[in-house]
């Protein structure tokens, strides 16, 4: 990912901020310019709550090489409280505890870096709560 790229997209990243259709009350994550619910073209600005729970999930058994290091991971779809649904890493879980609807919470975690020197990225993954 591209340095410039990283940048802008810190504020839903970090802060978790969502856009809320201000015709209709939809909520997008990451924000949308125009919402396909009613075609309105404002939005507040809201923070996502961070608790949630699991829809579904997978566990990586052989990753991408970037990954290797940490597999098995488990990838899964959580629902927050505010009904937006984000596809993120299950960390802190023993495998044998996963089910469907198990209570989470998001944290923000280093994901990756940029060889030796270069960018660290963080983002959201999600641990039982």
């Not at 997209?9 to 209709?24: D, N, S, T």
């Not at 090489?65 to 649904?85: H, K, N, T, W």
Request: aromatic share 10%; glycine share 10%; hydrophobic share 35%.
């Amino acid at each position: 990912m591209s340095v410039s790229k990283y940048w802008r997209e810190i504020p839903h990243r970090y802060r978790l901020e969502a856009g809320k259709c201000k015709q209709c009350g939809k909520i997008y994550f990451p924000g949308r310019l125009i919402c396909p619910e009613c075609g309105g073209r404002e939005f507040d600005t809201i923070q996502l709550k961070r608790e949630g729970k699991l829809l579904t999930y997978t566990i990586i058994h052989v990753g991408p090489s970037r990954f290797a290091d940490q597999v098995p991971y488990v990838v899964g779809i959580v629902e927050l409280q505010d009904g937006v649904r984000l596809l993120c890493q299950v960390a802190d879980c023993d495998l044998d505890r996963l089910q469907i609807g198990l209570p989470v919470k998001i944290e923000f975690r280093r994901i990756s870096e940029e060889g030796e020197a270069g960018i660290i990225h963080y983002g959201y993954k999600c641990v039982p709560v």
